[in-house]
C-alpha cells in the first residue's frame, strides 16, 4: 500500500486544501488506489476508507464531509455537513470543520479561497469543458464574495485533449482563438481566464495532465471505463 500523497495549496488563512492523487488508498483493479468515486463501480467500502484517510490529511471529520451529484452544471451550493448527492458542480462553506470535495478525472477541479479579512469561506469546484461554458467557474466565485484566490488543480492538458469543431468553436468564442492549438484545447487556460475575469485577485496553476500522468491520477481520456477519480478538499480549521 502507498503513502498518501496530496498536492497541498498553502493559501493565507484557516484552510487546509489539496488535491488528490491516486497513491494512498485502498482500492484495487482500475481503481488502485485512492479512488474517490462511489459511482465508479468500485467496492463502496474501499472508496469510503479512501474519503476518510483524505479527511484525516486535512484534520477534518468524514462523518461531516460534503459531496455534490456532479452533473457537469454551473450550480454551487452552500454545504451542508454530511449532505451527499445534492446536484450540483460547486460546493462552498464558512462553517469550521466542514469539508468540502469536488471530484475529476480529466475535468479540472479548482479551490477559491476568501482573502480579503472578512469570514473565512473556501469553495470547490468541478469545472469540465460543459461546465466551463455553463459558467461554474463564475457561480463559484460569486457564492464566496469579497477577494477570492483561485487554485486550478490536475486536469487533461493540451497536450492530450483533441475536440472537434462543434467544441472548439464556443471555446474560441469565448476564451479566446488561443485556447486551441490545432485539435488540441488548452482547458487549463481557459479555467484560468474564467477564474481572473469573474474577479478572482490570483490564480495558481498546477498544470498536471491527467493523462500523461497515470502513476498519479486517474483518467477517462486515457483508460475508460472502469476507472476512478481524484478530487480537491477544502476545509476551515
Given at each position: ?60 471529520g468524514p462523518e461531516r464531509l460534503a459531496l455534490n451529484f456532479q452533473r457537469h452544471s454551473s450550480i ?145 481520456r486515457r483508460d475508460g471505463k472502469p476507472g476512478g477519480g481524484q478530487g480537491v478538499v477544502a476545509v476551515?480549521?
Amino acid at each position: 500500500m502507498s503513502q498518501l500523497e496530496l498536492l497541498e495549496w498553502p493559501v493565507e488563512g484557516p484552510y487546509r486544501i489539496a488535491f488528490s492523487t491516486r497513491r494512498g488508498g485502498v482500492s484495487e483493479g482500475p481503481f488502485t488506489s485512492l479512488n474517490l468515486g462511489r459511482a465508479s463501480g468500485d467496492d463502496p467500502a474501499c472508496v469510503d476508507e479512501n474519503r476518510r484517510r483524505l479527511c484525516a490529511a486535512v484534520s477534518a471529520g468524514p462523518e461531516r464531509l460534503a459531496l455534490n451529484f456532479q452533473r457537469h452544471s454551473s450550480i454551487v451550493n452552500r454545504a451542508r455537513a454530511g449532505a451527499r448527492g445534492t446536484p450540483g458542480d460547486g460546493l462552498w462553506t464558512d462553517e469550521p470543520g466542514v469539508a468540502v470535495l469536488a471530484l475529476g478525472a480529466d475535468c479540472a477541479v479548482i479551490a477559491l479561497a476568501r482573502t480579503n479579512g472578512d469570514r473565512p469561506a473556501v469553495c470547490v469546484l468541478h469545472a469540465g469543458r460543459i461546465g466551463l461554458l455553463a459558467g461554474v467557474v463564475e457561480a463559484g466565485v460569486r457564492a464566496l464574495g469579497g477577494r477570492i484566490t483561485g487554485a486550478i488543480g490536475p486536469a487533461i492538458g493540451p497536450c492530450c485533449y483533441e475536440v472537434g469543431e462543434e467544441v472548439a468553436a464556443p471555446f474560441r468564442a469565448r476564451f479566446g482563438s488561443d485556447v486551441m492549438s490545432g485539435r488540441a484545447l488548452d482547458v487549463w487556460t481557459c479555467a484560468d481566464r474564467a477564474l481572473r475575469e469573474a474577479g478572482c485577485s490570483s490564480v495558481e496553476r498546477l498544470d498536471l495532465c491527467t493523462a500523461c500522468n497515470p502513476e498519479l491520477f486517474f483518467s477517462y481520456r486515457r483508460d475508460g471505463k472502469p476507472g476512478g477519480g481524484q478530487g480537491v478538499v477544502a476545509v476551515l480549521g
